[in-house]
């Protein structure tokens, strides 16, 4: 059955709906009060692609969740709006992550990264102004999906939550702590749950909670994510050992950087048997709830098979 499911169609269709609420979001955005150089940056980092897979996730829950049994379309703005928020955050975190005092990279998406072309101060900047745009830009768009005002402070904490120390903050610490030094399998595991894990499982409950999803089926959207997100960073090392920088658009790899891999920990076969594992039971905590998201199951196995 899911087997049928058109995913490239399914994509082609989201990323400009996602596009668009990103765009929404800078223009409504107070940002006559930044530096010209500081509104530059900040405009490069959202505004240069990526697979926008936190806010299609998002939405997606939202509409497994029973978003649309209200009478919204199913590609209700105000549904990308919410997801816009998650990919405000991530914008913010590759800018940081790509500076000099972090990874030092100079390529993301096949083009200069942000510091590259706007330079440090500019980056850090407007990566910073990101955050609190990002929360504004949760609750707003909760309130207009008809969340409650309790609802909407739940949707917001989950973002806050994922991004801040006990999730990507928190992990992109310990993945700093962990530079040339060979981290243990669980201690890995952990790293990648706070700093990639957090904001794509964050991704699922705030859909689920936006459209008041009951409490198995967000637990289920919450499950399937945390399993999501561990194959997710479990594909990027397999793909930064098997693909070249020029399909991948991005420099220096995580391997350059002396940092503990699946890859290295564990070899390229069991590597990949692990992300396989996680995704099967990712769907099967859908099957488990009765969710029914050809969608969901999709993006799944996209996660561990994608090329980049
Ligand atoms: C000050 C400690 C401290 C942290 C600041 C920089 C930072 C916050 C966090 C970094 C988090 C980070 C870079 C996580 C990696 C997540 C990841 C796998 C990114 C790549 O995601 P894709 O493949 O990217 O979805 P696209 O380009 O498709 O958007």
Redesign the pocket.
């Known amino acids: 059955m899911t087997s049928a499911f058109d995913l490239g169609g399914f994509l082609a269709a989201e990323v400009p709906r996602v596009d668009a609420a990103l765009n929404r979001a800078l223009d409504a955005a107070p940002v006559a009060a930044l530096d010209e150089t500081v509104a530059a940056a900040v405009a490069h980092g959202v505004r240069s692609?990526?697979?926008?897979?936190?806010p299609i996730l998002c939405v997606e829950a939202w509409r497994a969740a029973g978003g649309t049994a209200h009478g919204m379309a199913d590609d209700d703005p105000r549904a990308y709006d919410l997801a816009a928020s998650l990919e405000l955050i991530?914008a913010y975190?590759?800018m940081?992550?790509d500076l000099p005092c972090?990874d030092d990279a100079d390529l993301?998406?096949g083009q200069p990264t942000t510091w590259r072309v706007h330079g440090s101060s500019a980056t850090v900047q407007g990566g910073v102004a990101l955050i609190p745009l990002a929360a504004r830009q949760a609750w707003t768009a909760a309130r207009a999906l008809g969340c409650s005002e309790d609802q909407a402070r739940e949707v917001c904490r989950t973002l806050l939550r994922a991004a801040g120390s006990e999730g990507?903050?928190g992990?992109?610490?310990l993945d700093?702590l962990g530079e040339d030094r060979t981290l243990e399998s669980h201690e890995l595991d952990e790293l990648h749950a706070h700093?990639?894990g957090a904001l794509l499982t964050a991704s699922l409950v705030m859909g689920a909670r936006a459209a008041g999803a009951s409490p198995p089926v967000r637990d289920a959207l919450e499950a399937y994510g945390r399993r999501i997100g561990l194959a997710?960073?479990i594909a990027?090392d397999v793909l930064d050992a098997t693909a070249t920088a020029e399909a991948l658009g991005k420099t220096p790899s995580d391997a350059d950087l002396g940092k503990s891999t699946y890859v290295a920990l564990h070899g390229l076969a069991a590597a990949r048997a692990r992300g396989e594992e996680e995704v099967a039971a990712a769907l099967a905590a859908l099957d488990d709830a009765r969710i029914p998201s050809p969608a969901l199951r999709a993006l799944g196995r996209y996660v561990v098979r994608r090329e980049r």
């Open positions: 692609g990526g697979k926008r897979l936190r991530h975190s590759l940081h992550d972090m993301r998406r990507m903050v992990g992109q610490g700093l700093k990639t997710f960073q990027d």
